[in-house]
């Protein structure tokens, strides 16, 4: 990655690096991730890209930080994103009739609850399906099941 390729969403590039690293097996549950230094050298960036892209693969539960440890990758890796896995069975849910039109969806405290996830895992689910038109935020009341065009 050259310093120009690093501009915005630089981070975004090094946690899918290492999602990829993680899915392939380069980096396997229980081992350590390279420290921030390291990642700064190899990707060329200063700490704070490398800390963004590291708190991103923790909100998707990939990695996790044990004290005295560091940043470690999850015993039990999830074969899919988390919350690729929440959004498709609130989908499902959606378009199987269970979660009708106007229908007020699970708050992100009770998908956290649910699902086992940190916020940020339920915050990228709810905004999955926010981002395909299936539901809408209504500020102050929640998610609810959108009306398709």
Sequence with gaps: ???RETA???????????RQRIS???????SPMPSE???C???????????????????EGLIETLPGKGRVVRGEAPTQYEYRRIAAE????????DLAVGDALPSEAAIVEKYGVARGTARQ??????????????HGKGRFVRRRP
């Design 37 to 39: 230094a390291a990642l």
């Design 90 to 97: 609130l989908r499902k849910r959606i378009e199987g009739g």
């Design 8 to 18: 915005w969403g630089a981070y975004a590039q090094i946690a899918e690096v290492l």
């Design 125 to 138: 689910a709810l905004a999955a399906l926010e981002q395909d038109g299936l539901i809408e935020a209504r």
């Design 24 to 30: 392939g097996g380069e980096l396997v549950p229980g």
């Design 1 to 3: 990655m050259s310093p």
């Design 41 to 59: 050298d190899e990707f060329a960036v200063v700490r704070n890209t490398v800390r963004r892209a590291l708190a991103a693969l923790e909100d």
